[in-house]
């Protein structure tokens, strides 16, 4: 078998079995599988700020260059969420998808035998190929695949998956690290990733008819309307390596000091070029077209300022909790309660709420749990007990602010495009949870556990007031999907 044989039979998406395609209730397997990979992915995030400490003890490094383990896994997904959704327009987004459950799985099997730190982050980066292979097409799976009434639910449904991710998260790590050793925080990802190769396999639909499967060659579009915006990718990667280094040197990284203003000067040079390489590239990594569309501009914003509400808690809150002498596996228990009450919210959260509210309505409300949640957090005292009122009210309310702000951005862009859109989603949150956990680090660095831990909360629940004023109704966009590789519009039936 030639390798041209070999790479079309690998890229040849097959149809699911024909008792799955013709169940009426098949669109919700497929959910059920995107939700597997979105578990896979939050938990991934939320179990790393529980080993920090861990790590710095056996690698015997600092705060600032332990949390590059986590960086640089977000600032790989910033840089191939987009290219990687290029690509699966292409290649077929189940393909692409189930891909991601092999990478993810083989990098975190070797990021447990990681002999130094550096090579350690380097396991995370590989790791962050999977979760971008997986996370560019989570979105559009669940756009392309489920009815239109019911996207919103299917929406809540995976962001309830990232909240159960989230969840087991914080307690996981807690008792892996205390029981077990830093090692299994890793390699626990491997049956999951199994499963999600297994299930990816049989429950998604195909996404591109068998006759459209892009193999190697020359035959392959080219064209200038079909050129990934190279430029612009490694401009945002660029920007935001420099301004992630940028907090990082301030926050203790055994760097120069004057490296601070020549990074951040870096940092805002790069922004300036790459939002001139977006309105003359001839198809932009951040689609101008789709940005400036009513509601979707704002709407990346707050899908931005939420993971960055999120995260930031989870990984302060290790840190003021441990601080007032609870144990680890303690602390991970109560900040678990951020992410459950999150979880819960995204799936009968909206249930409880009048009927007659709109999504921007959701959207708002939920931004003001989440700020008056962050505030208590930040003035009433740190224990046990006392914290887990303030985390569940804040997870709570960006349960009801993400999938609601999800729908919003994605019914604003058109289904044609729900690629791109659902990549952007994802760009937006990833740079709101580096953020959210770079911000933490300096918070802690400049001002002391206690008081830069609540500083930075105090700052949040300002920045969750701006959410609410940001939150803005998006003019649907729902033109009929051109007829293709990807087929008619409509949920796919193979």
């Known amino acids: 078998m030639n390798a041209t044989v070999l790479a079309a039979r690998l890229l040849t998406e097959r149809p699911r079995p024909r008792g799955i395609a013709g169940w009426r209730h098949a669109h919700w397997l497929a959910v059920g599988t995107v939700c597997l990979g ?7 995030a939320s179990v790393i700020a529980l080993v920090f400490p861990a790590l710095g003890r056996h690698f015997g490094a600092g705060f600032a260059a332990v949390e590059w383990v986590a960086l640089a896994y977000l600032l790989v997904l910033v840089a191939l969420l987009a290219p990687i959704g290029w690509l699966s327009d292409l290649v077929g987004r189940k393909t692409m998808y189930i891909g991601g459950f092999a990478v993810f799985g083989l990098s975190s099997l070797c990021a447990g035998f990681a002999g130094g730190l550096w090579i350690l ?63 299994w925080v890793f390699w626990v990802n491997v049956p999951i990733g199994v499963l999600g190769i297994v299930a990816g396999w049989y429950l998604l639909p195909r996404t591109r008819a068998e006759r459209a499967a892009v193999v190697p060659g020359p035959r392959l579009p080219l064209g200038k309307a079909h050129r990934f915006d190279f430029p612009g990718m490694l401009l945002i990667t660029g920007a935001t390596t420099a301004l992630l280094l940028a907090l990082s040197t301030a926050s203790g990284l055994p760097l120069p000091g004057w490296l601070v203003a020549v990074l951040l000067v ?8 790459l939002v001139r390489q977006e ?68 799936t009968v959260g909206g249930g409880l709420l ?26 009433l005292p740190v224990s046990a007990g006392v914290s887990a009122v303030p985390l569940l009210v804040a997870g709570y309310g960006l349960g009801l602010l993400l999938p609601a702000n ?4 994605m019914r604003a862009i058109p289904a044609a495009c729900s690629a791109v859109g659902g990549g952007m989603v994802n760009m937006a949150r990833s740079l709101g949870t580096a953020l959210g956990m770079a911000l933490s680090v300096l918070g802690v660095h400049l001002a002391g556990a206690a008081s830069g831990g609540r500083t930075v909360l105090l700052v949040l629940a300002g920045v969750a007031a701006a959410a609410v004023l940001l939150t803005r109704p998006g003019r649907p966009a729902r033109p009929a999907r ?9 949920p796919a039936r193979s």
């Open 266 to 273: 870096a940092s805002a040079v790069q922004t300036l070029a």
């Open 482 to 490: 051109p007829a293709g590789p990807a087929g008619p519009a409509g």
């Open 121 to 183: 982050v380097g396991c995370r980066a590989v790791q962050a190929v999977g979760a971008a292979m997986m996370q560019a097409n989570s979105v559009a799976l669940v756009a392309r695949g489920v009815p239109e009434h019911a996207m919103r639910r299917a929406l809540g449904i995976q962001a309830a998956a990232q909240g159960l991710g989230l969840a087991f998260g914080p307690t996981l790590g807690g008792l892996l690290v205390e029981h077990a050793s830093w090692q």
């Open 406 to 409: 999800n729908a919003l951005v």
């Open 279 to 346: 309105q003359r590239a001839a198809r932009p990594i951040l689609a101008p077209g789709l940005v400036n569309t009513p509601g979707v501009r704002s709407g990346l914003v707050v899908a931005l300022i939420g993971y960055l509400l999120l995260f930031c808690p989870l990984v302060l809150g290790p840190v003021l909790l441990t601080g007032a002498g609870v144990s680890t596996a303690g602390a991970g228990l109560v900040i678990t309660l951020l992410p459950a009450a999150f979880a819960v919210a995204a």
């Open 354 to 379: 009048p009927r007659g509210w709109s999504d921007v309505t959701r959207c708002r409300s939920g931004a003001v749990m989440a700020g008056a949640g962050l505030l208590l957090f930040a003035l």
């Open 38 to 44: 979105a578990f896979l992915g939050q938990l991934d």
